[in-house]
């Protein structure tokens, strides 16, 4: 090597240089936009109005969020629905609930088919499913075992994407093909999350503990008993996971993931690299890592409020927040607002009143009432310190991080479990876009940058 003084105490690839900051700080003047450009040339930042309102971008059958109603010709806010395939979520937990079955099997027909399954038609999609739970000779050794990373979605991500090179027939993009390859993912995404989590926590000491699926068990079911080491769990603590799977399974073809699937699957890429990419999007804080985020931000403020009840404490917690005073600085309450919905969100409705039930059963009464005290208070705070163009309500990440802590699920888990159930909607996105569309999506940004002459590096 030519610096015999080089070291990696001095010089890392993984630090922040000196060198590395000011670069930073050029790239940061010279990107810079003056906001008010976006105004003036109508640009809708994150693809949506001031409202919420999304740029209409496709077209699809698989699912509706829908959070307005017309009243006297005019489009005002409501209580939000969620409607997969034209149905109600509302009435599909309740569907499901009262039949005493597990829906993630039968809301997956749902998504992938169009209609609800009947009894033979279930059967055979279970057995399909059950038969695919499995992963290639050696893939846990050689993939899995190798080099665990603490982050769970990347750890996802790096064996789906090596799950292509086992795949003779990884580039056909056939609707046959992908639809295998989409139910393959469905199944298999159970152990890879379940299996990446025990396999980076043996690196840190723990035993090892690798379970099969049983062809028995439901999807929530296997989770549970392939995640716990004596591989026991209730009937209540399987009902409520196989719910949020099932609330959690699809959200519009606007949402950042499931966007990200049609961008990429436009492009004509094979299954493994789309749904890596969308993967990518959902790990994001402001996605689906958000329920993450909730969870920390209560933990803090466990800490910092002395008394839990005290009205005045929280709020001024919350204020903290928004100035960027507390726990990340980020000046969010997360779990608060969503794009669309301004009223209420439904999944958060419905897990509330599971979260009640379980907070009851698990001893969390003195935790669930301060999740409730945020969510009526933190609206209110909001409006007080920021404008905002819509309401503000609580959303699916601001139950389910402490839904999955009573369930004693590992945060590191929190996010993978949310895909674990999109994947289902990505897989239905994915065969729309391939059945529908043949044009790769490409929408326009406007140059801003003047024209200039080359100068000579002499003269600069």
Request: charged share 25%; aromatic share 10%.
């Amino acid at each position: 090597m030519a610096n015999k003084d080089f070291s990696l105490k001095e010089y890392s690839l993984f630090e922040v240089t000196p060198e590395i900051e000011h670069f930073a700080k050029v790239c940061e003047e010279k990107n810079a936009i003056n906001k008010e450009l976006y105004t003036k040339y109508e640009v809708k930042r994150g693809l949506r109005d001031l409202n919420g309102k999304g740029v209409l971008a496709g077209l699809t059958n698989i699912s509706d969020v829908c959070a307005t109603k017309v009243v006297d010709g005019k489009e005002v806010p409501c209580a939000g629905n969620l409607y997969y395939r034209g149905y109600n979520i509302k009435d599909l937990v309740k569907g499901f609930l009262q039949e005493d079955h597990y829906g993630f099997e039968e809301i997956s027909y749902l998504l992938l088919f169009g209609e609800l399954p009947n009894e033979e038609e279930l059967a055979t999609f279970h057995k399909t499913l059950v038969e695919r739970r499995t992963l290639p000779p050696t893939f846990v050794r050689d993939v899995i075992m190798k080099a665990p990373s603490r982050d769970m979605m990347n750890s996802l991500s790096r064996s789906i994407l090596s799950l292509y090179s086992y795949d003779a027939k990884a580039d056909d993009t056939s609707i046959p093909n992908v639809l295998r390859q989409c139910l393959n993912l469905i199944s298999q995404f159970p152990m890879l999350m379940v299996y990446g989590y025990h396999a980076y926590n043996y690196r840190l000491g723990d035993d090892l503990f690798i379970y099969a699926p049983s062809p028995e068990l439901s999807t929530a079911g296997n989770i549970l008993m392939m995640l716990r080491e004596d591989r026991q769990y209730t009937k209540l603590e399987a009902r409520i996971l196989d719910m949020a799977l099932v609330l959690h399974m699809d959200h519009g073809g606007g949402n950042n993931s499931t966007f990200t699937t049609h961008v990429v699957t436009s492009s004509g890429t094979d299954t493994y690299s789309t749904i890596a990419a969308a993967m990518a999007s959902l790990k994001g804080p402001k996605h689906g890592g958000a329920n993450i985020k909730v969870t920390q931000m209560f933990e803090d403020m466990k800490e910092k409020v002395h008394d839990w009840e005290d009205r005045d404490e929280v709020r001024n917690y919350l204020v903290q927040l928004l100035e960027k005073q507390a726990f990340d600085k980020k000046g969010l309450i997360y779990g608060m607002g969503h794009a669309i919905y301004s009223v209420s969100d439904p999944r958060a409705d419905i897990f509330k009143e599971f979260v009640q039930k379980l907070a009851k059963e698990k001893g969390y009464e003195k935790e669930y009432a301060l999740y409730e005290m945020v969510e009526h208070m933190a609206p209110e705070v909001i409006a007080e310190k920021r404008k905002i163009y819509k309401g503000v309500n609580a959303n699916v990440d601001f139950y389910s991080g402490l839904v999955y802590s009573m369930l004693g699920i590992p945060s590191a888990l929190y996010t993978p479990i949310f895909a674990a159930a999109r994947i289902v909607g990505w897989s239905a996105h994915r065969l729309e876009e391939l059945i529908n569309v043949d044009k790769i999506i490409r929408p326009a940004y406007k140059p801003l940058a003047p024209y200039r002459d080359y100068v000579r590096m002499e003269e600069r």
